[in-house]
């Protein structure tokens, strides 16, 4: 079964990719893939960050021409089928980074491109209507314009807008990357119900367990390569689907958790009050990780952001290393200065410059402290740039390529280098493995791990249970601004972390 | 961490097919300055006067007053901002730096410095605008405009001030070495400075991050704000710069000085490759994109096409640049 797909007769595939090829200037992102679709089947596409992916769905939705070879729908061969085209034949592709207008409101944005019209004229009453419905129960406001909506709502309202579009063939590009795990449990269900009606899907994702769960086949794909596959996904297991997209075994991390109580804080916050958030008191020791879970809105994330100087805080203090305390940092080049970094969670937005380079995202939080007068020192930069280039195993021919040219893990991978030259003494990293492959979570949470042993104070905003009880020393449930529940030692495991989010 | 070898796997030597891709992607790349080449070599065809020193001089000449403006320009550009007002603030700023010495009697040296701080404060004062209130650059300075415009009228009573001290003209006049002119020199100077601002120092690279991502740039640290009131207010100086050169140069403020300098002040550097969706551009662009301007300005002056048709040919060639560039955008990247 596994590295082959059987042969199949031609009606049972609703989509062929024959011997397609990518390269971009001397990058090759594909080289000769063949994969087959069966009809109402759901698809799963796995493989490292960088492995072509998003590059072989971009191909089959029309985003951009293949080097070589051909997409086969309905045994119809397909040239130069753009977007336009591909979505009337069907074909819908939900991307990895929101392709969302800011200024729309969430109805807009939901009925972009097939707004209900009469004669040309868009028939807002019942675009209005329509859009009402289709979003009940999603907890998204039709009205809300979709800037102000966080990175869950902006994904929902994408794949909303395929699944209502009439989609045959909705790719799903890594679509729980912004997901809890009860909105999972939606989506998966959603997608079951549409899949009982005839529509096929490509779904994208790095959780294998995710892949076993919903999808009925699997292609991984290795550096540009189908590495193998299987279409009977019970016949594998979470532990040879690993090996097939590392093209070795997989060596789980786990941090040796440690008991941090009775030491001195190395950071104390005391009465923090912001929109969500309002907590009387939180001591982080030297060396600890602690994660910090809960629904959105419950303020793990709002804190997280507020003590970063990103949210606006009305009141709170910070006392790092002994010292007396002092307001809370009003804008994120303060806390920068006293030794707060935080990674968000929203890379495309937030996380780093498309256009500028590897080297100089990298550099870019740490530059004043590697300047004289204003002037970049450039010899410190390069050391730097070259050090966490190497260190985050960016994979890019050199740290001069631009950060809009690397997949989506690599650019996260960028955003966490950039953080930690700034050498914090308080790291707050928010779902720092988010989009990233197996194989470099482990290593992620590996650098997490290593540089709380040198003192360093971690908090780790996470909606991944896995990742929580991995490598965290204490967990942080919050609910209403403030925490519920603190898990430590023992009491962390995935079995309690699943339980307490249902409560 | 990472075993390495995949990126050295995807490092393909170019092929064959490739290089003349390549080739053509390197002309593209520097049609400004290669169409620069070929209008100076059809000028000097049509009329050898054209390829003379004297001409070359009167060239570098209007370059400067042009070229000062396009990199004022050029700023609020690469921040992904844009200012209208620079070349009405060019002409205001040097209407006051000469009432300053005709009428209060300050002496020219004192007078110059405070149009240029003049014009540096409403370049400052935009900046404020558009980043504490959060008003719209393109109508906050279009406002602006309009109001420096109207400023100088009134200042002027629509007479042209010739009052100017002998000082204060020098600049403009003086030659060194077999005539070449000296003001050209201030704007190598700006030049120079301006790429060391831009590639050399915290506040360049800051200028280049907010302009591609200025949400981004917030959570790296970088204060957008701080870094837009900056850009803008050297911008203005650089304005005052330009007028106080202009006016000395014509020995003149007319009462509707600087502003027939718009829209070149503005096409020279996005000819230049700076991008008005911001972080994007250099110096280098911006020189050819002022030297390609002044030379179809000069050129068609010289080879005596009548007045009627100068505005639509060098239109034209202006055309011709900028579908050469975004052919190059869409197909180069
Ligand atoms: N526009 C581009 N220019 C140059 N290289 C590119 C471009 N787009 C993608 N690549 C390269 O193609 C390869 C495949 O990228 P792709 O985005 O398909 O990976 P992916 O499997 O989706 O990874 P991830 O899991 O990180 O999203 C990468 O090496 C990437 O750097
Ligand atoms: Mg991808």
Same mark, same amino acid.
């Given at each position: 079964m596994l590295h082959q797909h #059987?042969?199949?007769?031609?009606?049972?595939?609703? =989509?062929?990719?024959?011997?397609v090829s990518k390269r971009y200037g001397p990058v090759i992102a594909l080289r000769g893939v063949s994969i087959a679709v069966k009809r109402g089947s759901i698809h799963g596409l796995l493989g490292e960050n960088g492995a072509g992916k998003s590059t072989l769905v971009g191909i089959i939705s029309g985003q951009f021409p293949p080097s070589g070879g051909r997409i086969v729908l309905n045994g119809t061969p397909l040239a130069h089928a753009d977007v336009r085209a591909m979505e009337e034949a069907g074909v819908f592709l939900v991307t990895q980074e929101s392709m969302i207008i800011d200024h729309m409101s969430a109805a807009e944005n939901l009925m972009l491109g097939i707004w209900p019209n009469r004669r040309g004229f868009v028939n807002w009453r019942r675009l209005t209507a329509d859009a009402a419905r289709m979003l009940e129960g999603s907890g998204i406001d039709p009205k809300a314009r979709a800037g102000k909506l966080d990175a869950v709502a902006r994904r929902k309202l994408n794949i909303l807008r395929?699944?209502? %579009? /009439? /989609?045959?063939?909705?790719? +799903?590009?890594?679509? !729980? *990357?912004?997901l809890t795990v009860a909105d999972r449990r939606v989506l998966f269900d959603f997608m079951r119900r549409l899949k009982a009606d005839g529509v096929t899907f490509i779904f994208i994702s790095h959780y294998n367990d995710e892949i076993l769960d919903v999808c009925d086949a699997v %292609?991984? =794909?290795?550096?540009? +390569?189908l590495a193998g596959g299987s279409d009977d996904?019970?016949?594998? !297991? %979470?532990? #040879? +689907?690993s090996e097939l997209v590392l093209g070795r075994g997989l060596a789980l991390f786990q941090r040796e958790r440690q008991s941090h109580e009775g030491k001195a804080p190395l950071v104390s916050f005391r009465g923090v009050v912001a929109k969500h958030v309002d907590l009387a008191a939180l001591d982080i020791a030297p060396g600890e990780i602690v994660g910090f879970t809960g629904l959105p809105g419950a303020g793990a994330?709002?804190? *997280?952001? &507020?003590?970063?100087? =990103?949210?606006?805080?009305? *009141?709170? &203090?910070? *006392?790092?290393?002994?010292?007396?305390?002092?307001?809370l940092p009003r804008a994120p080049r303060d806390a920068f200065d006293t030794g707060i970094a935080y990674l968000s969670d929203d890379r495309r937005r937030e996380g780093s410059v498309g256009q500028m380079s590897i080297g100089d995202n990298i550099a870019m939080s740490s530059l004043p402290a590697r300047s004289r007068a204003g002037f970049i020192d450039k010899a410190a930069e390069s050391q730097v740039v070259d050090r966490y280039f190497q260190a985050m195993g960016i994979k890019a021919p050199t740290p001069q390529a631009a950060v809009d040219t690397l997949s989506g893990g690599n650019q996260q991978k960028v955003c966490l280098g950039r953080v930690l030259a700034t050498e914090p003494r308080l790291l707050i990293v928010d779902e720092p493995t988010r989009g990233i492959d197996i194989g470099v979570k482990q290593d992620v949470l590996r650098i997490i791990d290593r540089l709380s042993r040198t003192g360093v104070a971690v908090i780790m905003v996470s909606t991944d249970t896995d990742e929580l009880v991995r490598a965290t020393d204490r967990i942080c449930i919050f609910e209403h601004g403030a925490i519920r529940e603190t898990l430590t030692g023992a009491d962390i495991s995935t079995e309690r972390l699943r339980r307490t989010a249902q409560a | 961490m990472n075993d390495g070898t995949l990126a050295a796997a995807k490092t393909v030597q170019p092929q064959p097919a490739a290089e003349s891709r390549n080739v053509l992607g390197w002309v593209l790349h520097n049609v400004v300055w290669i169409w620069l080449i070929a209008l100076v070599a059809i000028f000097g065809f049509f009329n050898e006067f054209f390829l003379t020193i004297f001409n070359m001089q009167n060239i570098t000449v209007q370059a400067t007053v042009l070229g000062m403006l396009g990199l004022a320009v050029a700023l609020p550009l690469l921040v992904a901002e844009i200012d209208l007002s620079i070349p009405a603030n060019a002409g205001f700023s040097a209407a006051i730096g000469a009432l300053a010495y005709s009428d209060l009697g300050l002496p020219w040296l004192v007078a110059m410095l405070l149009g240029i701080a003049v014009a540096t404060a409403i370049g400052f004062f935009n900046g404020l605008c558009i980043t504490k209130l959060k008003m719209v650059s393109l109508i906050e300075t279009l406002s602006m405009m309009i109001i420096l415009q109207g400023a100088l009228l009134a200042l002027t009573q629509g007479k042209t001030?010739?009052?100017?001290?002998? $000082?204060?003209?020098?600049? $403009?006049?003086?030659?060194?070495? $077999?005539?070449?002119p000296v003001m050209p020199l201030v704007f190598v100077l700006a030049l120079i400075a301006m790429s060391i601002l831009l590639r050399f120092t915290t506040l360049g690279r800051s200028i280049y991050a907010v302009g591609g991502n200025a949400v981004a740039s917030k959570s790296a640290g970088i204060r957008v704000d701080r870094i837009k009131v900056l850009t803008y207010t050297i911008s203005g100086f650089l304005a005052g710069l330009a007028g106080f050169l202009l006016a000395s140069w014509q020995m003149a403020i007319t009462s509707n000085q600087g502003s027939s300098y718009l829209l070149y002040a503005i096409a020279a550097p996005i000819i230049g490759g700076v991008s008005v969706f911001g972080g994007r551009g250099n110096v280098l662009g911006v020189l050819g994109g002022v030297l390609l301007l002044t030379v179809i300005q000069v050129g068609l002056a010289i080879i005596s096409v009548p007045s009627f048709y100068v505005g639509m040919i060098g239109g034209c060639m202006i055309f011709i640049a900028v579908a050469i560039d975004a052919i190059r955008v869409r197909y180069f990247g």
């Open positions: #059987q042969p199949m007769p031609e009606g049972d595939h609703i =989509l062929k990719v024959e011997d395929a699944m209502f %579009s /009439g /989609g045959k063939v909705i790719i +799903l590009d890594e679509p !729980t *990357a912004a %292609s991984v =794909l290795r550096d540009g +390569l996904i019970g016949a594998m !297991t %979470s532990e #040879q +689907l994330k709002e804190f *997280a952001r &507020t003590i970063f100087g =990103l949210n606006v805080a009305e *009141a709170g &203090t910070i *006392a790092i290393g002994g010292a007396e305390p002092v307001p | 001030l010739t009052n100017l001290s002998d $000082g204060y003209i020098w600049i $403009g006049q003086a030659t060194f070495a $077999g005539g070449w």
